[in-house]
């Protein structure tokens, strides 16, 4: 799988997934992966929920770009939020050179009037800032006025924290939504640029999972969904998997059934008091580790089935923060993310 996109031209990847499976933690671990020998990287959400602020830690992010991380051996990650209020003054700024009456609509209040776009313009608002910031060369023209064409995007790769699994078919699907709202016209026609994109080599969709019954259904359900809308899915992320030395314990314990007078022996030896709740209480924590590890062998297969490329990412013990994000996105690039 290649993780640049063609002849010069931005990546733009979008990271989905079950609610709480990491999509967040993992968008931001993916961009500073892909942040690599300096290059730069936008990491873009789009709910104001200001999940990717909190993981790296940083000022809550706004509808202006900043420069929010440092990318592996020295790229840039850079941050924005967009938001459908913003994103339409600054559409109606464009396209209709409102540029006093756009100003004024933002002081009324964007957001409270963002909440009376109808939900389909909304998705095309916030994918045509996706658009724009993907077509961007890197002094900031919009392509279509550029005049070297040899000029270099302004961000080598463009990640997406996306909506989940469960909305993000209709979100991807702006020119399907449009439908009966505007058959003709500048937002019908920003739509289709849209929809062009997102069905482009340029865009890959991944999908984040645990290793457990209903995040993995929903990854597969989506894998065929996806798929089915003529989306590319790129790769399947398995987040939180158990550590290798858990597992070897666990194998091991697998391998030779804990006999409970041996155990009472062998803890009695080295000084521990036992008794038989105890002893029973171990043996069943052994013999549901063997449960779970089968359950999610065969949901690890299963996931490897969908035909995809899997990564593996650790649960990491110490909670997830800015030095977390860096050595996730350090899992990936030995993984082969980014090169
Ligand atoms: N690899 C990991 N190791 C340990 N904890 C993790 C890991 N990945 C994510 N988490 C934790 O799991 C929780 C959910 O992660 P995150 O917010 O990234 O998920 P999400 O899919 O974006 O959730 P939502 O659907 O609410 O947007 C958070 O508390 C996060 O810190
Ligand atoms: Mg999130």
Redesign the pocket.
Same mark, same amino acid.
């Given at each position: 799988m290649t993780w640049h996109g063609g002849e010069g031209s931005p990546r733009l990847h979008i990271v989905t997934? !079950? *609610?709480?499976? *990491? !999509?967040?933690? %993992? +968008? +931001?671990a993916l961009a500073t992966a892909l942040a690599q020998d300096g290059q730069r990287v936008l990491l873009v959400e789009t709910?104001e929920?200001q999940?990717i602020s @909190? %993981?790296l830690d940083v000022a809550p992010l706004g509808t202006q770009e900043i420069e929010v991380s440092s990318g592996l051996d020295g790229g840039e990650v850079w941050g924005l939020s967009i938001e459908a209020g913003a994103a339409l003054v600054e559409y109606l700024r464009l396209f209709y050179r409102l540029g006093r009456a756009g100003d004024l609509l933002h002081k009324m209040g964007a957001i409270e009037f963002a909440t009376t776009i109808a939900p389909g313009v909304r998705d095309v608002l916030i994918g045509g800032k996706i658009y724009e910031s993907v077509r961007r060369t890197a002094s900031g023209r919009a392509p279509g006025r550029r005049s070297r064409p040899d000029e270099p995007p302004a961000y080598d790769a463009v990640v997406l924290?996306a909506p989940?699994t469960g909305r993000v078919g209709r979100f991807l699907d702006v020119t399907g939504q449009l439908a009966d709202l505007a058959r003709v016209g500048p937002i019908r026609n920003q739509a289709d640029s849209i929809h062009q994109l997102l069905h482009s080599d340029t865009t890959l969709v991944h999908l %984040?999972t645990l290793l457990e019954q209903l995040p993995v259904q929903e990854t597969l359900d989506a894998v065929e969904s996806l798929t089915d809308d003529s989306l590319r899915v790129g790769t399947l992320i398995v987040? @939180?998997a158990r550590d290798a030395e858990v597992r070897a314990s666990v194998d091991l314990v697998a391998d030779r059934e804990p006999d409970p007078s041996v155990l009472t022996e062998q803890l009695e030896s080295v000084g521990i008091r036992t008794s038989p709740t105890m002893i029973e209480g171990l043996v069943q924590t052994a013999a549901d580790a063997v449960a779970r590890r089968d359950l999610e062998t065969s949901l690890e297969d299963s996931v490897v089935a969908a035909g995809r490329p899997v990564l593996t990412?650790?649960?990491?013990?110490d909670? %997830?923060g800015p030095d +977390?994000v860096r050595r996730?996105a350090a899992e990936l690039a030995a993984q082969g993310v980014g090169s």
């Open positions: 997934g !079950k *609610g709480g499976t *990491g !999509k967040t933690t %993992v +968008a +931001a709910e929920r999940g @909190q %993981v924290d989940p %984040v987040n @939180q990412l650790p649960h990491l013990l909670g %997830v +977390a996730l």
